[in-house]
C-alpha cells in the first residue's frame, strides 16, 4: 500500500462549483499534514496545513479524520484559477523529521467557464 | 530574484554522460532537499540535507550523489545517467526554526526538466 493516496482525477468541474477531494495515509502516527497545489510543470506551493479540529482559508477547507486516516480539501465557488494539481502531503515522522514527508500523486482539477 | 535557484531549466544529455544540477537559496534556511517528479508518480525524495555536515539518503537516492558545499548550495549529481532518470528534478529548502508546523513549509525552485537520451 502507497504511504499516501489520493485520486488522481481529473475532476472538471464548473465555476461555481463546490469540489471535494480526499486523502488516505498508511501510517497512523502521522503527525502533520498539508495540501500543496501545483500548476503544470511548475513548483508546488504549499496551500494550507491541515489541523486536527480542521481549518478555513476562504474558499479552501481542510479536514483530518485521524480515525479513517484521511485528510480531506472542500473547495467552494470554484474559479477558473483554481485549476491545478493538488497535492496531499503527509509528515509520517516524529518530531520535524522532514525526512519522512511523503506525497500523493495529485489530484487534478480542471474549472471550466 | 528567486529565493531558491536551480540551474539548469531544461538539460538534455545521453546516457552515460556526468551531470550536476544545482540548486542555491538565499532564504537562510538550513535545511535542503532534491525530489524527483515523474508523471503519474508524485514528488519523491532523493537526498536531504538538515546543515552542512548532515546529508541523508531519501526514497530513491541510488544512481545519484549530492554535495553540500555551503548553507546556500546544495547539487545534485547523475554520475552516469541512464534514460529512466529523466524527470523533472526539484530542489526545495525549510526552516524549522520557525515552529514545527510553519518550519514544514517546503519553498520550490522551479525545476530541472532532464531527459536522458
Known amino acids: 500500500r502507497k504511504e499516501v493516496e489520493q485520486d488522481p482525477g481529473p475532476f472538471n468541474v464548473p465555476e461555481g462549483a463546490t469540489v471535494a477531494f480526499n486523502c488516505t495515509y498508511s501510517n497512523s502516527a502521522s503527525q502533520s499534514f498539508f495540501w500543496y497545489r501545483q500548476d503544470c510543470r511548475k513548483e508546488p506551493k504549499l496551500l494550507m496545513s491541515?489541523?486536527?479540529s480542521g481549518n478555513e482559508d476562504g474558499r479552501f477547507t481542510a479536514q483530518l479524520n485521524r480515525a479513517s486516516q484521511y485528510i480531506s480539501l472542500l473547495i467552494r465557488d470554484s474559479k477558473l484559477s483554481d485549476s491545478a494539481t493538488y497535492l496531499c502531503v503527509v509528515n509520517m515522522g516524529r518530531g520535524s523529521t522532514l525526512g519522512r514527508l511523503y506525497f500523493g500523486r495529485g489530484t487534478q482539477l480542471t474549472v471550466w467557464p | 530574484d528567486a529565493d531558491v535557484t536551480q540551474t539548469p531549466r531544461n538539460r538534455i544529455t545521453k546516457t552515460g554522460k556526468r551531470i550536476m544540477l544545482e540548486c542555491s537559496q538565499t532564504?537562510?534556511?538550513?535545511?535542503m532537499y532534491w525530489y524527483r517528479q515523474d508523471p503519474g508518480l508524485g514528488l519523491r525524495l532523493i537526498y536531504y540535507s538538515f546543515d552542512v555536515k548532515d546529508i541523508n539518503k531519501g526514497e530513491i537516492s541510488d544512481g545519484y550523489s549530492v554535495s553540500r558545499q555551503a548553507q546556500a548550495k546544495f547539487s545534485l549529481s547523475l554520475e552516469s545517467a541512464i534514460p529512466n532518470q529523466t524527470a523533472l528534478y526539484f530542489c526545495?529548502?525549510?526552516?524549522?526554526?520557525?515552529?514545527?508546523?510553519?518550519?514544514?513549509?517546503?519553498?520550490f525552485g522551479s525545476g530541472t526538466q532532464l531527459s536522458v537520451l
Open positions: 532564504k537562510g534556511h538550513d535545511r
Open positions: 491541515v489541523y486536527s
Open positions: 526545495a529548502t525549510s526552516d524549522p526554526k520557525r515552529g514545527q508546523l510553519g518550519g514544514e513549509k517546503l519553498f
